[in-house]
């Protein structure tokens, strides 16, 4: 097995860190502290083709795989997590979404400003009643005319108040249960689209999270994406390669504690000495430092079999269970390596351990992982 990267994927990977640590890490703190989307960061990441990283450059994106994604997710989460969140959900379901199933006109009208960074893009599937089962959802578009008249709530929607496009999905024949849900192009400018509350979280605040409420919003027949009743095969095809993008945030978040803790193990005297000498301390640095490379290269797998064509929803499941739990558990020991200053708020330990909480949750939580194993081995 060749483990190593391509020369654009090395560049690719050079040039993200590099942007990270100059434009994103000095900004990482007052993101989260103040709950401050990252609009410039966000304007600076599509005009490097980071907004679209795997959409073809025909189209304004990046034209990277899906390898070039995992790797850009993890430099920025390891900068700030916020920011990884946006540019993960953004790049895994609206721009990839209608790039694999859209029209050429649907390819054409929303690609280039999603791919530049112009226009955010959501992803709207989770109700207060449906979560990871998306197949009750309420949601409902009932076809009059030309329109399809929309109307329902979805809830836990990451970068809902800054979204430009969002993908919807809606019931469109009920008695169908999940293959009657069809998914459309929704634009905020829309008539009957408005954004609920801003929901206020433990970790990521930076990804400002919403409500998004549809009230008699009408939209054009055109905007389906896909066919009508594709929206549920659609969603759980676009939640697999979404998979991968939080397993590299998590992986991200957990390099960042690791870094963060064996330079401050280095730095801490105790009884004379650095706390580094401690046997205690090693075993936690390597421990944590096993569990980041495990996680990268199940990720990295799992990005691969994606670029590849095969089959990797199993794969993308055993990253992403493991680098989240394994994120939150490197978290955890670098407030207990860094002591009382962890829990503080003027180290970023801190953040970390709240920013890696939910990585077991979003994208299906850690039980569904281990379902969706499971189940690719019983078959």
């Known amino acids: 097995m060749d483990f190593d990267l391509t020369p654009a994927q090395t560049l690719a990977r050079t040039t993200i860190r590099e942007f990270a640590d100059k434009e994103i890490v000095p900004k990482a703190r007052t993101i989260d502290e103040n709950s401050e989307y990252p609009s410039d960061i966000i304007a600076k990441l599509g005009k490097l083709g980071f907004m679209g990283i795997m959409v073809p450059k025909e189209y304004g994106g990046g034209g990277f795989d899906t390898v070039t994604y995992a790797m850009a997710i993890e430099e920025i989460s390891k900068a700030c997590a916020s920011t990884g969140a946006l540019v993960s959900v953004h790049n895994s379901f609206c721009p990839y979404m209608i790039y694999k199933w859209g029209t050429e006109e649907q390819k054409r009208k929303y690609l280039p400003m999603l791919a530049g960074g112009d226009v955010y893009g959501a992803f709207a599937g989770t109700e207060p009643e449906a ?155 390597a421990e944590m430092a096993t569990k980041v490379e495990a996680s990268r290269l199940l990720t990295y797998r799992a990005a691969l079999l994606k670029d590849q064509g095969g089959r990797f929803s199993k794969e993308a499941a055993m990253a992403k269970l493991l680098a989240s739990e394994s994120a939150v558990w490197c978290a955890h020991k670098a407030v207990q390596v860094h002591g009382g200053y962890g829990y503080m708020k003027d180290h970023n330990i801190e953040r970390y351990y709240r920013d890696a909480r939910i990585t077991e949750i979003y994208e299906g939580t850690s039980e569904v992982q281990k379902l969706v194993i499971a189940s690719s081995l019983l078959r």
């Open 131 to 285: 979560g990871s089962d998306l197949g009750s959802m309420r949601t409902t578009a009932e076809l009059r005319g030309d329109v399809y008249v929309i109307n329902g709530s979805k809830t836990f929607i990451t970068g809902g108040p800054k979204a430009g496009v969002v993908i919807v999905f809606a019931a469109t024949n009920k008695a169908q249960g999940p293959k009657g849900i069809t998914a459309f192009i929704v634009e905020s400018s829309f008539k009957g689209f408005k954004v609920g509350n801003t929901l206020k979280k433990m970790g990521i605040n930076g990804s400002l999270t919403s409500e998004l409420i549809f009230e008699d919003m009408e939209v054009p027949k055109g905007n389906i994406l896909g066919k009508e009743g594709d929206g549920f095969k659609l969603a759980l095809a676009a939640i697999d390669g979404g998979r991968i993008g939080i397993a590299a945030q998590a992986v991200g978040i957990a390099q960042a504690a690791l870094e963060a803790s064996v330079s401050y193990s280095k730095k801490r005297v105790q009884f004379g000495a650095p706390i580094a000498n401690l046997q205690a301390i090693q075993w936690m640095l």
